[in-house]
């Protein structure tokens, strides 16, 4: 053990959830406690940000957008999952309520970051599309040079297209809790789900979605 920091306050101060951050350096980490997440520097060992009530009940899960600074994705028992700007905490720059039961899991896309995972209670996986606070909210970038003068055109038309935020899909596999979701590491757009009856289910972003993305 190299360092500790002890997390002062009343009542039940159990961890629930915490998560390295990978910029910085690696030096920073946010945890879950109750409804209350907080963000910690690993030099100092003291606290840099504290989110009070950022779920109305327990947060489970937490994970960093791995491409964008400063943006932190946290879900729990009141069927919400929240995208958070650390700078500034006051409130979620997002919300999502599309689960009927506690969201145990929320991942992002490790190389498209418009791409979030959860699953829940209610035995189901979905699938986001939350592309207006992503690295990218204007689409994938092209090079001038590559495109035809047709194909500037499109290109210009589909720049001036509003950017909605959404559920691409809904997985209905499991039977029971989805307990864990998780994205490949070797295929980005390969994804798996566990849920309590020991079910693992593979799947995979939608085909028109992809190309969307990469065109």
């Not at 946290?74 to 506690?102: A, I, M, Q, Y």
Request: charged share 25%; net charge negative; proline share 3%.
């Amino acid at each position: 053990l190299s360092s500790s920091a002890a997390l002062e306050g009343k009542g039940q101060l159990k961890f629930t959830s915490g998560r390295w951050s990978p910029h910085h350096n690696c030096t920073q980490i946010a945890t879950a406690n109750d409804t209350t997440v907080r963000g910690w520097d690993t030099r100092s060992m003291r606290q840099i940000y504290c989110i009070e009530n950022a779920h109305g009940q327990l947060v489970r899960d937490l994970d960093f957008n791995p491409n964008k600074q400063y943006y932190l994705a946290s879900c729990g028992d009141d069927c919400k999952v929240k995208f958070w700007d650390t700078r500034n905490v006051t409130e979620p720059v997002k919300t999502l309520e599309e689960h009927s039961h506690w969201v145990w899991n929320v991942r992002y896309n490790h190389s498209h970051d418009q791409l979030i995972l959860t699953g829940s209670s209610d035995s189901r996986v979905i699938l986001s599309n939350m592309v207006s606070i992503s690295s990218e909210p204007f689409g994938h970038m092209v090079d001038d040079d590559e495109l035809s003068d047709q194909e500037d055109q499109h290109q210009e038309e589909k720049i001036k297209e509003p950017l909605q935020d959404s559920v691409i899909a809904t997985y209905e596999e499991h039977e029971d809790s989805v307990y864990a979701v998780e994205w490949s590491s070797a295929d980005p757009w390969l994804f798996a789900s566990l849920s309590y009856d020991g079910r693992l289910v593979i799947n995979r972003v939608p085909r028109a979605l992809k190309y969307h993305i990469l065109l």
